[in-house]
């Protein structure tokens, strides 16, 4: 019977179809207007595919198949566009994996920590970007690490590990967040003295964009102190992009759209003409840069080291591949910590008692006097200082716990599968699991899941791991974060500088925050606060 009735309904269609052209073509030639003609014809083929569309929905509805329950059609997720990550939440809550109906395939949705080890971990090698997301990312992400899998992932892989791993590295990148937060600390007792109000989503986006640039490449960028509008223009044209990209996942027809060059398409090129420009001169700078050895730390910054593989190589690393390296690394790098940190700063204004708390331990690990400079101050934030703050690294996790900087991550089916919990996943189909969801679930958490809870972390006043297949913030198994430690280390050097100095509050207490659906979760319109002196 389920065989049967889709075959039927096509049948049907077809003959619909083609009775609606006949008479439309008949009234063409008794003089009916070829727009009147075009416009049917459209309408009946949309109406057409939409009854192909809902007998295969059907069909997934009430077959037994041993698939995963079917939560909705995917028409839903543009429905739901803007809580995108809430409407997940709120399915997850009555099946842990779940599937949406696509004309094509399905979509499982998942939030078991089982399930997610078997993606991320045990079969590793079924699980990976797929080339239904590498040709959404691509015009944007173009060939780098977070769009490729198989050999280019590797490659890039295997040189960033070894970066990332490096003492040289360590310090240095130690050095710039120093830097940048003492600048941060300056720009805000600015704002403290003079009663401003401060978007410190902002202030944190350039802050992480200047330590990426000058730890990634080699190079100083400054947008903190906003002297350079060229890369004011590349932040604001990257951002939109994301935004863009992201929407193509519920955007049907954004291959027309791109072809057409129209709507989002038509701005996503332009943004994307922007930030090639940018990245373009970046990679020009580093090779005049290490041609004429000015170069003052010689090969210890990632750029230098991909640069450096390009001249042993240069068929197959070409500009255009540098290019989209260096533009994850700056995705990587600059929304995951400076997202984190906004929303940290959001709940320790919600939680007052957790903001002192961690004011106090930073003051107890550093030592610090009151009447200290900023710059004094952040040199007094040494390896043996950050580990003392346990609370602090407790409270960033609860954050992210809560706020994953990436809410949602894709992959795909290579073959048919069958995931730990017994049911059917066929090749093909997209396979995500959902952090942010995963972090609200009582069935992983406990009854307090949704409450900011630092101490959840803390066994005896130490911070304690939890499994990275239940805490997915930063991913799991042979893809985990690469710059996890770097990130930590970036974001407790900057909020122990802000919170030394300041008490902060929200500008507006009863309007609750929200984000901008797009691959990191950002804070929509930022987040506004007033920064009071604590010395
Ligand atoms: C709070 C901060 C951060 C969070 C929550 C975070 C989270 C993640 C997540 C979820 C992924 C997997 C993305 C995917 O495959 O689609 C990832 C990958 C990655 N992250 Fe991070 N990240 C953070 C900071 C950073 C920083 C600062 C860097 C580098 C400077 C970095 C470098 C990378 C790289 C290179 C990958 C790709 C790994 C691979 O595909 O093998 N991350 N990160």
């Known amino acids: 019977m389920m065989e049967i009735l889709p075959k039927t309904f096509y049948m049907m269609g077809i003959l619909f179809f083609a009775c609606t052209a006949f008479f439309l073509l008949t009234g063409f030639f008794v003089g009916v207007s070829f727009i009147l003609v075009v416009v049917g014809v459209l309408t009946f083929f949309v109406i057409g595919l939409a009854a192909g569309f809902l007998v295969i929905y059907i069909r997934e509805l009430i077959s037994n198949n041993n698939r995963h329950p079917v939560a909705g059609p995917v028409f839903n997720l543009l429905i739901h566009f803007n809580r995108l990550f809430d409407y997940q939440t709120s399915l997850a809550q009555k099946y842990s994996t779940y599937r949406l109906i696509t004309p094509f395939k399905s979509d499982v949705y998942t939030a078991d920590p089982v399930n997610v080890e078997y993606i991320l971990k045990t079969k590793f090698s079924n699980y990976g970007k797929g080339k239904f997301n590498s040709n959404l990312m691509r015009d944007l992400f173009g060939d780098g690490i977070f769009a490729v899998d198989g050999e280019k992932w590797h490659h890039q892989r295997k040189l960033a590990s070894y970066e990332f791993s490096t003492k040289v590295l360590r310090d240095f990148s130690s050095t710039v967040f120093r830097t940048n937060a003492a600048k941060l600390a300056s720009d805000v007792s600015i704002a403290a003295t003079t009663k401003q109000m401060i978007d410190l989503q902002d202030l944190f986006m350039k802050s992480t964009l200047d330590s990426i640039f000058k730890v990634g490449f080699g190079v100083e960028l400054n947008t903190l102190s906003g002297s350079d509008e060229f890369s004011t223009r590349f932040m604001k044209a990257f951002d939109d992009s994301n935004v863009i990209v992201y929407w193509r996942y519920v955007d049907l027809l954004w291959k027309i759209k791109r072809f057409l060059n129209i709507g989002l398409e038509a701005d996503l090129k332009q943004n994307i003409k922007v930030i090639d420009n940018f990245v373009y001169e970046l990679i020009q700078q580093k090779r005049e840069q290490m041609k004429n050895r000015k170069l003052d730390r010689g090969k210890e910054d990632i750029l230098s080291r991909f640069l450096m593989e390009s001249a042993k190589d240069p068929e197959n690393m070409t500009d255009k591949y540098l290019r989209d390296i260096s533009l994850n690394f700056i995705i990587a790098g600059k929304d995951t910590s400076a997202n984190t940190l906004t929303w940290f700063f959001y709940m320790l204004c919600r939680h007052p008692f957790v903001q002192e708390k961690i004011a106090q331990e930073v003051r107890e690990a550093t030592e610090a006097e009151d009447n200290i400079s900023a710059d004094e101050f952040a040199n007094k934030l040494t390896e043996a200082a950050l580990e003392k703050m346990w609370y602090l690294h407790a409270a960033l996790t609860e954050t992210l716990r809560l706020y994953p900087a990436v809410p949602v991550d894709g992959k795909n089916s290579e073959e048919d599968d069958i995931l730990p919990d017994g049911f059917k996943v066929k090749k093909g189909d997209g396979v995500n699991y959902m952090a942010y969801a995963m972090g ?40 985990i974060c690469l710059g996890k430690e770097f990130a930590y280390r970036q974001m407790k050097i900057l909020a122990s500088s802000l919170l030394f100095f300041f008490k902060f509050k929200l500008v507006d207490e009863s309007k609750e925050a929200t984000y901008r659906t797009m691959f990191t979760l950002h804070m929509d319109k930022g987040l506004h606060l007033y920064a009071f002196s604590r010395l």
């Open 440 to 479: 609200r679930m009582t069935y992983i958490w406990g009854e307090d899941a949704a409450d900011f809870r630092p101490e959840r972390w803390l066994d005896n006043g130490i911070f304690r791991a939890e499994s990275s297949f239940k805490f997915t913030a930063f991913q799991a198994g042979p893809r």
